[in-house]
């Protein structure tokens, strides 16, 4: 599986936008970019997913590079309710279930 | 609201005691994912069911069993628990599809004493 890499841990203020990074130099065409969240003492939840172009959400925005190889997530007025582990998951065809496979994430922090 | 229910919160067993852990969903999806998650680490895959079919991961040690009686309800067995099983299990449900999302219970923490 295509290997994703974020940093470990951001830092921002409230009602700031926050831009989360992640790079996937090795992803293929097929694969798709999905972004999940988990908040301390709950289970993952889902945020957004993109194959080529860029997507939009209730809760995030998902700005995807013309070469595929990064993405970043864009949070545009981060509360202190999106402090969570926020993982960049390649899925790749060719398997009916789509395996999760999570990476360290990256902490974000978001201060008052 | 529809939603993925795991039961217990928190489970505490003894060393060896089997346990089972449970989730249900009302979201009546055909995929169904139980998630192991120690302390500091990201979720890693046990197994999933597609339907009825079992899918074991390579690396899922055997002291790992799941049972899927219907389409709503899914156990996690666990034979022989050892301390390095103490972990949050995860479940969580989908529908067919690679880039359909799956949607996670919150977890049941199981301690080992």
């Known amino acids: 599986d295509a290997k994703t890499t974020q940093p470990n841990s951001m830092e921002s203020n409230e009602e700031e936008p926050v831009h989360l990074p992640c790079n996937h130099s090795?992803?293929?065409?097929?694969?798709?970019i999905h972004w999940y969240r988990q908040l301390p003492s709950q289970g993952p939840e889902y945020v957004i997913h993109?194959?080529?172009s860029n997507v939009n959400n209730r809760m995030a925005s998902l700005a995807i590079a013309e070469d595929r190889k990064s993405s970043t997530l864009i949070l545009h007025r981060a509360t202190l309710r999106d402090a969570a582990v926020y993982y960049c998951?390649?899925?790749?065809?060719?398997?009916?279930?789509?395996?999760?496979?999570f990476g360290q994430g990256t902490i974000l922090t978001v201060h008052p | 609201d529809a939603m993925v229910i795991q039961n217990p919160r928190y489970q505490v067993t003894q060393f060896g005691k089997p346990v089972t852990l449970s989730c249900s969903q009302t979201?009546?999806?055909?995929?169904m994912y139980w998630y192991q998650q120690k302390s500091s680490q990201a979720p890693k895959l046990l197994f999933h069911?597609?339907?009825?079919?079992?899918?074991n991961e390579a690396d899922t040690p055997d002291n790992f069993q799941s049972r899927r009686p219907n389409t709503s309800f899914c156990f996690l067995d666990i034979r022989s628990p050892g301390l390095g099983d103490a972990a949050m299990y995860l479940c969580?449900?989908?529908?067919?599809?690679?880039?359909?999302?799956?949607?996670f219970g919150d977890g049941t923490r199981l301690s080992i004493l």
């Open positions: 979201l009546n999806h055909n995929v």
């Open positions: 069911y597609y339907d009825k079919d079992f899918n």
């Open positions: 993109g194959l080529t």
């Open positions: 090795t992803i293929s065409g097929t694969d798709y």
């Open positions: 969580a449900t989908s529908i067919t599809g690679h880039y359909q999302p799956q949607h």
């Open positions: 998951i390649l899925r790749a065809p060719g398997t009916s279930y789509g395996k999760l496979t």
